[in-house]
């Protein structure tokens, strides 16, 4: 199915019941945000959720925001509760985080979750969003021929990121970022952010962000870990994938090239990175995804 190929996914949350998981999800649940981004906006109704042991109460014109690794649960929904959900794999939403706004806005953001719509705005980003959700199911995206198979996928692609674009304005437009009061463990996660999407590229050893804020590893590490639930190497590792398939996806640099332009010191060592981190190799990725 077509479905498969794209890097998110609709759940529809209607009173207690969810369509689109494998699994229902009850009230009181943790919900796994690892590797995962996306949003939820109210329809009707209201909805109470935990994030990070916050506790936010959404009602119709609310959206949140999950910018991944959050300590995620749904604690109660009313009856007449309807909402959407989009969950976005990390790796789809980084590169537009790069491009559209700055590591400093989205670290904002995990703290400043939620955003109340004015009525005319949120007419307008429900109807983008349910004609994302309907375009998908209908049985033009469903039943294709192969010609079209890649076109229609890259349509879908494009329709999300326009979503997640006016998602930024809207949040933006309704929460001007002023400073925030950071504990030190929040400053230390926040500057590790800040240097990992500067130096990705070309350092990937733990060691050397510990050190730029004179920590050793293991406190580092620790505290990564404690504050957002992936360790260093992990952030590191996925913000390097992700980077590295939108190149591969939208460039014609050969699979040397890319591996330069990531820091590696042969093509060889790139593909058995990307390899086991992906379970498959650079030029499958390509021939798979090219666009």
């Known amino acids: ?38 949003f939820l906006i109210c329809l009707e109704g209201e909805i109470r959720i935990s994030h990070d042991g916050t506790i936010y ?29 989009l969950v976005s794999k990390v790796d789809f939403v980084i590169s537009l985080v790069h491009k559209a706004t ?8 995990r703290s400043n979750p939620c955003i109340s719509l004015a009525p005319d705005a949120f007419d307008k980003f429900k109807s983008q969003v349910l004609d994302l959700y309907d375009s998908i199911g209908s ?7 192969n010609q079209t198979e890649l076109l229609l996928v890259e349509l879908m692609k494009a329709k999300a990121q326009c979503i997640c674009y006016e998602l930024f304005l809207l949040f933006f437009g309704n929460h ?15 500057q590790f952010m800040l240097d990992l999407n500067a130096n990705y590229k070309t350092e990937r050893k733990v060691e050397k962000y ?23 190497v992990q952030w590191v590792d996925q913000t390097i994938i992700a980077e590295a398939k939108q190149v591969l996806e939208s460039t014609s640099m050969s699979i040397k090239q890319v591996a330069l332009e990531f820091g590696f010191s042969n093509q060889s060592f790139f593909g058995k ?9 650079p030029f499958q990725y390509r021939k798979r995804n090219a666009r």
């Not at 949350?13 to 995962?36: H, P, Q």
């Not at 700055?102 to 953001?109: E, G, R, T, V």
């Not at 990175?273 to 190799?281: L, V």
């Open 210 to 232: 510990a050190e730029m804020q004179n920590l050793t590893p293991r406190y580092f590490s620790k505290l990564i870990r404690d504050r957002s639930g992936l360790s260093p």
């Open 1 to 38: 199915m077509l479905t498969e190929r794209l890097p998110f996914y609709f759940v529809l949350l209607n009173g207690n019941s969810a369509v689109g998981l494998t699994k229902e999800i009850s009230d009181g649940d943790f919900v796994s945000t690892i590797g995962l981004c996306g």
């Open 139 to 145: 049985d033009r995206f469903m039943d294709n021929e």
């Open 102 to 109: 700055s590591p400093q806005n989205i670290l904002y953001i």
């Open 176 to 190: 001007p970022v002023k400073p925030l009061e950071l504990s030190r463990a929040d400053e230390i996660f926040h």
């Open 273 to 281: 990175y990307f390899r086991q981190h992906t379970g498959i190799s």
């Open 57 to 85: 109460k959404m009602k119709r014109g609310d959206v949140y925001l999950n910018t991944s690794s959050i300590i995620l649960r749904l604690l109660s929904r009313s009856a007449n509760f309807r909402g959407v959900i």
